[in-house]
């Protein structure tokens, strides 16, 4: 829920102050989301009837969020799910189509398929090569998760912003793209080669920026795509294997991503397939500056992994942490009420990197007073 609504605003609260009260087992996530999802989609072509573009801009956005999140418990490929994600992209689209600025649906060939992805210009572009930002979210969070209704932090400094779902994640899998321990290094190949190709690109300037898995999954492509100017992380999953996430806390992690890989009926080949989960063999080529954020009470992804890989890493790789924060970071914890909106430090902080400013090791650690303490970054413990 604190994914969904980040992105939707305060006026998509109601939608899920009723989802709360109307759910009370796993089964009833489905059909009270689908039905909130049908309400604004009526309301959507209802205001576009009347001529109120704004209002049904609106409408489609929550709707097509609404559909994703009705998506998210269907761990098999079925037609149910097939039709939920059908409406969310419909939905979307309409979006885009009365959005306030540029939005396009993108697919990127990759093998026998494709990479889906939005594609999105800031507000007011009016031609020229802009710096762009390579967007993912994590195993929970589709691309359509990934840019602001309003106010968008990468849009509103000028960036384009391609927001996709990779191997194994949001659409992807439902059109046959699942997830394996090497497929995101191809993705990103497939990705960057459409960047490539597009007018609107400054080639020169491209980052990256992925949340949860997504801090594995776009760390797999900062550190085989070199031509990025940084790539920020956060909210991490780094924990060689998923321990934690996998065998530790909620069954869904394990039983969605074992759906996402194509191995929703063999847990023992998943088990040996996480196994290999691990960026400590690619972070040594790491050539990219790479920003991580993250609070030091991580449930999912114990901090020591992230502090590690930190340590490894040859290129710049500074550190937001967050006291007590945990994984999310969207509990009122008091480091992140108090401290730095941590999405707007990682987007400033990858203004700088496609604008030329140097990256340099730092640990910024927040203490509960919101309070930015600078510490000693891991790579300076180990002298």
């Known amino acids: 829920m604190a994914y969904t609504l980040r992105p939707m605003g305060v006026d998509a609260a109601p939608d899920f102050q009723v989802a709360q009260s109307r759910i009370s087992k ?3 996530i489905t059909p009270v989301f689908t039905g909130l999802a049908e309400r604004r989609d009526r309301l959507a072509q209802d205001a576009e009837k009347a001529g109120r573009d704004v209002t049904a801009r609106e409408h489609y956005f929550h709707a097509a969020l609404l559909y994703a999140t009705a998506e998210w418990p269907l761990w098999e490929d079925s037609a149910q799910l097939t039709e939920l994600d059908d409406r969310k992209n419909r939905c979307y689209a309409a979006y885009g189509r009365l959005a306030d600025h ?16 939005w594609f999105h210009l800031p507000p007011g572009y009016a031609g020229g090569q802009l710096h762009t930002v390579i967007a993912c979210g ?11 209704l309003y106010g968008d932090k990468l849009l509103q400094r000028g960036f384009a912003v391609l927001s996709f779902d990779g191997p194994g994640q949001g659409e992807a899998p439902v059109r046959g793209v699942k997830f394996t321990p090497t497929a995101w290094v191809d993705a990103g190949e497939a990705i960057m080669q459409w960047c490539r190709a597009r007018g609107e690109i400054d080639n020169d300037k491209v980052a990256g920026f992925g949340l949860s898995f997504g801090s594995y999954w776009m760390s797999q492509i900062a550190a085989s795509q070199p031509s990025l100017k940084g790539a920020a992380v956060g909210l991490v999953c780094h924990e060689p294997g998923g321990h934690m996430i996998f ?12 759906w996402m890989s194509g191995l929703e009926h063999d847990e ?16 040594g080529g790491m050539r990219v500056p790479w920003l991580i954020v993250a609070g030091d009470e991580d449930e999912l992804s114990p901090l020591e992994h992230s502090y590690d890989l930190a340590r490894r890493c040859p290129s ?5 942490v967050y ?17 730095p909106n941590w999405l707007t430090y990682a987007a400033d902080w990858l203004l700088d990197r496609v604008n030329g400013v ?24 180990q002298r």
């Open 316 to 320: 710049p790789s500074p550190m937001l």
């Open 26 to 28: 796993f089964a009833d």
């Open 247 to 258: 065998e530790m806390a909620s069954p869904s992690f394990k039983a969605r991503y074992m």
């Open 358 to 381: 140097p990256a340099a090791d730092y640990v910024d650690y927040v203490l509960p007073t919101g309070v930015i303490e600078r510490r000693a970054h891991p790579k300076e413990r």
């Open 138 to 148: 994590g195993m929970d969070a589709p691309k359509e998760l990934n840019v602001n």
């Open 323 to 339: 006291q007590q924060g945990r994984h999310a970071l969207s509990l009122p914890t008091p480091s992140v009420a108090l401290g």
């Open 102 to 117: 540029h939005v396009e649906r993108v697919e990127i060939p990759f093998g026998d398929a494709c990479i889906p992805a």
């Open 268 to 283: 023992a080949a998943f088990d040996q397939m996480s196994s290999e989960i691990d960026l400590r063999p690619v972070i």
